[in-house]
């Protein structure tokens, strides 16, 4: 990978990165801030999105088109699905769904984008295992491979964690991986998305993630530090 696009939804989630980026240029584009430098000697972007899935896709597209970033990577929290997860357990994409996405009265399945190709949007393998070899080394045991669902809704309450969990297959949620994984998609460019939980997504979500955000912010982006290394 020549360049790669670091992407994170709140300040947070990109702070550290931000420190140990050796930054060369600072560019605005679309309301949006693109830090351009190197990252343990490569190139990489690295920018805060903004929450939900119209900024986290018009933010890759940008990388994509300015900036020409062979892969992408998302970085930062989620609420966990599974009920084997804990706070601060690790999610890698296998892949991601729009849960949100829902033309159920038309007769098509719930997260199904009508007359796409697909609606649930592959990671990169290669992406994945060395993710994966990143959160064994970082936080052993801690780290599972699944499916990613995003929609632009903060998940607080268990009837919904269920309905996610059974009928979407969902490992965690959050707001942007699957935008950013459709983007990434329909350009050809490569993806992952790591994702470590600050809550579980049910009554005490909004406390957990205010307890959470930052420390679980912090492990997802201590695996990005170490796969980087390595790809
Ligand atoms: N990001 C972190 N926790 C979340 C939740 N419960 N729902 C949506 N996005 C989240």
Do not use: W
Request: proline share 3%; hydrophobic share 40%.
């Amino acid at each position: 990978y020549g360049t790669i696009g670091i992407i994170g939804a709140m300040e947070q989630e990109i702070a550290l990165l931000r420190q140990e980026l050796q930054s060369e240029e600072t560019l605005h584009h679309a309301g949006i801030t693109y830090h351009v430098g190197l990252f343990h000697g490569r190139k990489t972007v690295l920018c805060k999105s903004g929450v939900g899935k119209v900024n986290a896709a018009v933010c890759t597209q940008v990388l994509i088109d300015r900036f020409g970033v062979d892969a992408v990577i998302f970085t930062g929290v989620a609420g966990a699905l599974d009920p084997s997860l804990e706070i601060g357990d690790i999610v890698i994409s296998r892949s991601s769904v729009q849960h949100d996405m829902d033309v159920t009265a038309l007769g098509f399945a719930r997260g199904v984008i009508p007359y796409q190709d697909t609606s649930e949007f592959p990671s990169h393998p290669d992406l994945i295992r060395v993710a994966k070899e990143a959160g064994e080394r970082v936080f052993p045991g801690r780290c599972v491979i699944g499916k990613v669902l995003s929609g632009d809704q903060f998940i607080a309450g268990r009837d919904l964690v269920r309905r996610l969990h059974e009928e979407l297959q969902g490992t965690c949620t959050e707001m942007e991986g699957a935008s950013v994984a459709q983007v990434c998609h329909m350009n050809g460019i490569p993806h992952v998305i790591i994702r470590s939980m600050s809550d579980k997504a049910d009554g005490s979500a909004h406390v957990n993630f205010e307890e959470f955000t930052v420390e679980s912010a912090n492990r997802s982006f201590a695996i990005v530090n170490d796969m980087i290394q390595r790809l």
